[in-house]
């Protein structure tokens, strides 16, 4: 079998260079003793006819017959396959950007089988697996967000060549998606049928192939160009959510494992399905607007959305709490003792349920489950509960350390008329101890005299209100203000305070100091600023609170029926602040690059993401570090 596995190897080197390195005569006979004269002489008249060495393996059926043999080979015999040693050339690779190729001319066939791109899922996954990850290029941070997935726990120390990179990543190209999603998915309905009816066997077999493919291929490639393609031109989306749906109502979880534990590793075997499902959801979700979501209800409709958080609350319950040791971002670090339970939402409710309290307990102590769960997965517990809990761990800081004298008495002498300037220069000296310690402040007015009273917490308290006031007040420059009266960062704070990135960072102390010592002051953040500060992407739907007449334009833009090449835009956005304009490209060359309906998608994240995301970036930053210094 493992003879099986290397022949194609050795076809597929030979039959790409054989002409140019002269080698004829011991091709010929090293494919005679394998394939026969009369198959030998079909393939080089084709070859001499001028088609490559890809076509001509998808025309005479070689590329079904060889993937195949590789196919049962993985399954079989995949762990006692030789290791590879090469770096620049490593055999594997080398076979899987052959193998790509081919692929796209034998997916292209209007007698492709189905069967046969399951095999050419199985082997590419298995030869995708022993790559390293391959790096964009490009801004993919500018597409993606900036808060992109990691998956994997280790980066392998192996750099390809250019051009091998190159043919791999080039090769998993759009109509390469295109073509695999077809026939894999072809004949299975994206319309959710008999909640009572699990998946049959050959939606089972699509789903598996895909979902490893597609999970080792979101480890080891740019994810820009492929997480477009699934999310807007597929119809994975909706495949997967049918799948997942029925199987999560039906417990029909158990012969997805068993038929494809190869692939699976010892992972839970709803974990594959959501991997990729997530990702892609997420990608298209960053370009759907109020109307698709709330009215259209697409991509999915609003009673599956509500299912959907169901599953996904179930899921990482399973993986923080009660299998803590599973990793979620690598499918085969997780052990499938919770895949084949016959009632998983029961047991989850009842456990729960039972360990409701000891979570509680323990979410204030570093290191422990409630602890992670509390921060990776914070809407696992109720809010109230997130406010006890936050609330006893600043009493438990200001008593624990309160009583060892670590906080020190800080005396701050403030002229009212001065109140931003006095507090920036006399706050902005302190530690994040000193600023966590007692404050006491002595006001001073127009005369220079320091107005009468003891400050025992209530003048500190008036402080507070009065310095956020005055802070956060947009005529100061730094925060700008939407139709609704809610902050964000000034974009262009930058033109009006020379030092506007260590106010940022001081008017970050305020918000936390007042947490910190239980002061309530009123200031209205919106929701996109919000997102920024737990380090959150903000999406095209957040677009209308910051700017409503571009909203209207991208989303003209999005439905557009016509030509979108003969509105004469290219990959740029001008800045207007101050009455001065600026002309930013989007992508390295951008005012090259015109905005066709193939890439309008890509267009719409640059452009919002430039909005909500890249123009704030600094200040948020420096404003969180301020925050983050007391809390």
Known sequence: MIFQFLLP????????????????????????????????????ICLYSGYTSEQVFAFQSLTQYYTNQMALCVQNHANVLPIDTSNEFPGYACLLGHILETARAALSQPDCSFEMAIDLAAVTTFLLESLPPIKSSSRESSTVGEDDMTIGDEVVEITLDDNLERQITNAVDSCFLLQLANVLFGGISTVCGSHNEGPDDKEVAA???????????????PLERIMTILAYRTELVPVLWNFMKRC??????????????????DAPSWLLPLSVFCPVYKHMLMIVDNEEFFEEEKPLSLKDFRCLIVILRQALWQLLW???SAHPSSGKSVSNTFARKRHPIEATQNRVGTVATELLSQAAMEGTKACDILKQAPFLIPFTSRVKIFTSQLA????????????????????????????????SALSGED????????????????????????????????????????????????????LYPNPGSGMIHEQHI????????????????????DIPFTTFFLSKLKQNYNYLNDLPSLDPELYRHVIYLKHYKGDIMELELYFVIVNNEYGEQTEEELLAGGKNIHVTNENVIIFI??????RLNFQIRQQSSHFLSGFQQLI
């Not at 789903?207 to 490639?221: E, G, I, K």
């Not at 260590?502 to 002051?521: N, S």
């Open 9 to 44: 190897i050795t076809s597929a080197f030979c039959l790409r260079s054989w002409r140019c390195c002269g080698t004829l005569c011991m091709l010929g006979l090293f494919i005679q003793s394998f394939l026969g004269c009369l198959q030998i002489k079909v393939i080089l």
């Open 207 to 221: 789903v598996a192939v895909a979902c490893a493919f597609l999970h080792v291929t979101f480890n080891t490639l």
């Open 248 to 265: 999560h109502l039906n417990q029909k979880w158990s012969s997805f494992a068993e038929r494809f534990s190869y692939l699976l590793g």
């Open 322 to 324: 009660v299998n803590p």
């Open 396 to 427: 438990s800081v200001r008593q624990r350390q309160g009583a060892h004298g670590v906080f020190p008495r800080n005396r701050f002498r403030i002229r009212r008329d001065h109140i931003l300037e006095d507090a920036y220069n006399q706050m």
């Open 435 to 486: 600023l966590r310690g007692l404050i006491r402040v002595t006001f001073v007015n127009e005369f220079g005299e320091e107005e009468a009273g003891i400050d025992s917490g209530g003048i500190f308290k008036d402080f507070m209100e009065d310095i956020t006031r005055a802070a956060f007040d947009v005529w100061y420059g730094l925060f700008k203000e939407t139709s609704d009266h809610l």
């Open 502 to 521: 260590q106010f940022f960072h001081f008017l970050g102390t305020l918000p936390a100091k007042a947490m910190f010592d239980g002061i309530l002051v």
């Open 605 to 610: 994240l640059l452009v919002s993401n430039h």
